[in-house]
């Protein structure tokens, strides 16, 4: 034992990250046996411990080598650390005790030994612990760890130390959410993930927990039900990924528009990624708020439009009228032919009352004079109460072929 | 020998250095070869070897050791004693001479190498950019820092113990070069490399001095870099390699040397030369600039066995042979194919470049030429490049592909991937068990035993994961003396206490007896 100076304390405290193991490999030279070095250098590489037994030249070993460095700790992942109490006296100690905290610039969070017993500590023996946490803030975090024993052979004064290890946390993953309000009330999700670790990682979930007002599809997979990422599921320190899910509302919320309008929770994102040997991490975002689209004060919608209309043969579809403003309204409906459509049918009819909320198809009949894509405009609605007129110019577009 | 050059004489003179009773004469090959040069290599091929080219069929079983990594398994080099390697070593070109030493050289060099043999003899002078001129960059020798360590500190009395060979101790010759390397004397090695290079005018401080080559020097330039690139001595390492690009220069072939050689064709550096070459940047923390080595290697290679297959010699041209010297010739380069492929992989794992080591690992696992227990081995590196970028899942999937009894695993193999799966999945104690279980098979494992002490340590037993290397260390020291597990053990000493450094100093006096000059004394982590 080495001699140490009196201040010093009889028990001495180490600490050490934990994060995965690392595996290790040789240098890998191979010649010919008709080289100069002849077999040798081939006999060294096959006698090395770290050399893939059976095909040696092939650097994936399977030595485990034990962490070098303190390495980065991203948001998400377990903060894991081995504490080694060690009596490196020739007497017994009494009473220890070994407390470790996190300190983090919000809060403080007890890791261990807040509730253990003083334990007796003989000549070079240890107290072992592996403490395990996961990060949630962002920053500088502060491990401290405090010992407190009682000396048996000097004065039986309680004594005490503490040291401290300051690390940062950062953040592992940036993620953008974009909207997409479709007609159909359906909501599309867009979710572009950019991996901010120094490595490559492997995004093992990537899920959309929707709140219980919408039905979530991932549209992630192709019609196989691979993964659109490729066969090898990694993401390159730098890169980025977009993940896209399309939110279907309950059937409950589709047919009351302002309850629809006011569905603006969409869900959380839920994110595991793995790196480094299985290290993993897990992160969920703050929910996702959409913005949901303003129709003003009346919200017309196509439906049962036929895929393809043929020139000059008439298209018969319904044209949904939703009142979505906080009065009843008497509506009227005209028809404006322009040079691309005819209407059929008689415009200027009254279609009646409708309340706040509530809506009513209309059959509408209209003739294609033009071929390509054409636009479905010249509905006028008319308020007949206030004499406010609505014009839908966009309402939709068809798709009109040559009769053959 | 008086009519033969210079260059001649002076690889004669190194044979003189290391036996002087070298078989006289050429016998009967000098008027096949009156060209071939003299190396060491001739003390050691038995005269009845010279009839090879009388029947080169017979002779040609082009199967270096170097490719039986991957194409013969239960081979192996291991059985092949020195003097087996050294009786196929001869100067005496045969026909899997030629095959072996065949390259394709760049247009340019093409260009130059076919003025040369157009011109008359002697009236050619090249220019200094067609030499490649390599020199030392090492001035005197390395000196053996284990010993250096022992006696700072264990003091000068811990040195009568140290018995270690120097590059004086042995025969200064490639026999006593294969001594050095076999004892672990690597630095030592590189020393005596160091003189005979000296020899060819290629000693320090020579580099862009032009100088003689031999396929002698080349192989003495090719085990001195292997050496450095083991030791990571990097900074010699770039610059010694250097001089040799990538071994195009028209003085890297033999029809360079028309008087020497005559019209025999090929590389007069090595194919591992060639790949090591390659690999150096890799080592010079330029794995990218490897990587595109790797693959100008790669496409020549594929150009050979293209040229094979339609009938021709490797370099295109027309060659004479028999079906099974061409089948063999293809056997050879197709084993290239292979080595040069798992060196990409391995740089690619350099680059943390997942994606291109599972592409090329899964096409090679799908070539024919694995037998059942390679292709385990291939699939199960998969799963543990999959492992290592995180893919749990997805190496699970590998793992369990192929394999009833995973679920349930019995050998080594298996245990040892399960107990990687376990590890990745943070179930270190089940991991444990598994390494103990291969353990409990294969006793002498050194791998598994250090895989059951890391996963102690995540247990929270820290001593027994101490005891278990330490035992480990007591029953096999040489095998357990390498730098992976000295390094695990010193982290393992470190954190169980302040006072680590005597069990430090007392693996540093074990590795002073029992091990040669290559170890990294770092691996201790002592303070100096």
């Known amino acids: 034992m080495e001699a140490k100076p009196k201040s010093e304390h009889l028990l001495a405290l180490k600490v050490m990250r934990l994060t995965r193991p690392t595996l290790a490999t040789p240098v890998i030279v191979s010649c010919d046996s008709t080289d100069l070095p002849g077999n040798t250098l081939n006999n060294e590489l096959k006698n090395d411990n770290t050399s893939l037994q059976g095909m040696e030249t092939l650097a994936v070993g399977q030595f485990m080598m034990l962490p070098q460095s303190f390495g980065n700790i991203y948001l998400g992942e377990i903060f894991s650390s081995y504490l080694c109490v060690h009596n490196g006296s020739s007497q017994l100690v009494k009473d220890v005790m070994v407390k470790a905290d996190l300190q983090t610039s919000s809060q403080r969070i007890p890791l261990s030994g807040h509730n253990g017993m003083p334990k007796e500590l003989g000549p070079d023996n240890t107290v072992d612990e592996v403490i395990h946490h996961e990060v949630k803030e962002i920053g500088t975090h502060i491990l401290v760890c405090e010992v407190t024993y009682t000396p048996t052979v000097s004065e039986p004064v309680p004594l005490s130390f503490r040291k401290f290890f300051k690390f940062q946390v950062v953040k592992p993953l940036d993620v953008k959410t974009k909207f997409y309000n479709a007609e159909s009330d359906d909501v599309y999700l867009e979710a572009q993930i950019q991996n901010q670790t120094a490595g490559p990682i492997c995004l093992e979930k990537v899920a959309l927990e929707s709140s219980h007002l919408f039905n979530v599809t991932t549209l992630n997979t192709n019609l196989q039900g691979e993964s659109i990422y490729g066969r090898v599921n990694l993401l390159d320190s730098g890169s980025s990924r977009q993940y896209l899910y399309c939110l279907t509302p309950q059937p409950s919320l589709t047919k009351d528009p302002k309850m629809m309008h006011n569905a603006t929770n969409i869900g959380k994102l839920d994110i595991v990624w793995r790196s480094n040997l299985g290290e993993r991490g897990r992160l969920q975002t703050s929910q996702l708020q959409r913005m949901a689209p303003d129709f003003g004060d009346l919200r017309v919608t196509m439906k049962e439009i036929p895929p393809i209309a043929y020139l000059e043969e008439p298209v018969n579809f319904k044209c949904r009228i939703v009142n979505t403003s906080e009065r009843s309204m008497d509506i009227m409906l005209g028809l404006e032919s322009n040079k691309s459509i005819a209407w059929c049918g008689v415009s200027e009819t009254v279609i009646g009352t409708l309340k706040s909320g509530a809506s009513c198809d209309i059959p509408l009949c209209l003739i294609p004079l033009d071929t390509g894509l054409v636009t479905v405009s010249g509905l006028k609605l008319v308020d007949t109460f206030l004499k406010r007129v609505y014009d839908h110019d966009d309402l939709a577009q068809i798709f009109v072929h040559q009769v053959d | ?528």
């Open chain 2, 1 to 528: 020998m008086a009519d033969k050059s210079s260059l001649f004489q002076l690889s004669d003179n190194i044979a003189g250095l290391s036996d002087d009773s070298k078989p006289s004469g050429d016998t009967g090959l000098g008027r096949y070869f009156s060209n071939t040069t003299h190396t060491i290599f001739d003390e050691i091929v038995p005269p009845e070897k010279q009839d090879m080219l009388e029947q080169p069929s017979a002779s040609a079983s082009p199967r270096p050791v170097f490719d039986s990594f991957l194409t013969d398994p239960s081979n192996s080099f291991l059985e092949n004693s020195l003097s087996d390697a050294a009786e196929q070593v001869s100067d005496h070109v045969t026909a899997s001479d030629i095959h072996r030493d065949a390259w394709i050289p760049s247009d340019q060099t093409k260009k130059v190498l076919a003025s040369i043999a157009t011109s008359t003899p002697g009236s050619n002078f090249p220019d200094r950019e067609n030499l490649t001129m390599p020199g030392l960059t090492l001035q005197g020798d390395l000196t053996d820092t284990t010993k250096e360590a022992a006696i700072h500190f264990l003091g000068e009395e811990e040195n009568i113990h140290r018995n270690v060979l120097t590059a004086s101790d042995v025969t200064q010759d490639e026999r006593g070069l294969r001594n050095l390397i076999q004892t672990g004397c690597y630095r030592a090695a590189i020393n005596l490399t160091g003189r005979l290079l000296a020899i060819y005018g290629q000693g320090y401080g020579k580099i862009n001095h032009p100088s003689k080559h031999t396929p002698h020097s080349l192989q003495l330039w090719f085990t001195r870099l292997a050496l450095l690139a083991k030791l990571k001595h990097v900074e010699v390492l770039e610059n010694e390699s250097k001089p040799f690009g990538n071994l195009d220069k028209p003085d890297m072939f033999f029809t360079f040397y028309p008087e020497l050689y005559g019209t025999r064709p090929g590389s007069m550096a090595c194919f591992a030369f060639r790949l090591l070459l390659a690999e150096i940047p890799a080592y010079c923390n330029k794995p990218r600039v490897a990587l595109d080595n790797l693959h100008k290697v790669l496409s020549t290679v594929k150009q050979i066995i293209k040229n094979l297959k339609k009938g021709f010699g490797e370099d295109g041209g027309r060659l004479k042979f028999t079906p099974t010297e061409r089948d063999d010739a293809i056997r050879l380069w197709v084993g290239r194919e292979s080595r040069v492929l798992i060196s990409v992989v391995n740089c690619a794992l350099t680059l943390k470049n997942y994606i291109l080591a599972v592409d090329i690992l899964e096409s090679l696992s799908e070539g024919t030429d694995w037998n059942p227990e390679q292709r385990q081995i291939l699939k199960s590196a998969i799963s543990r490049v999959l492992l290592l970028l995180g893919d749990v899942s997805a190496a699970e999937k590998q793992f369990a592909d192929g394999r009833e009894s995973f679920q349930n695993p019995s050998n080594s193999k298996e245990l040892t991937d399960r107990g990687l799966m376990a590890v990745a999945q943070n179930a270190f104690q089940e991991a444990y068990n598994c390494f103990k279980k291969a353990s409990v098979l294969e006793p002498s494992n050194i791998m598994l035993v250090n895989n059951m002490a890391v996963c102690l340590l995540y247990n929270g037993q820290l001593q027994a994961a101490v005891h278990l290397l330490e035992s480990a260390l007591v029953r096999n020291p040489t095998k357990g003396l390498q730098e992976a597990l000295l390094l695990n053990i010193c982290t393992l000493y470190e954190l169980h206490t302040t006072h680590s450094t005597q069990p430090k100093l007392h693996l540093l006096r074990q590795l002073n007896r029992y091990k040669g000059d290559a170890i990294a004394v770092q691996c201790l982590k002592l303070s100096l």
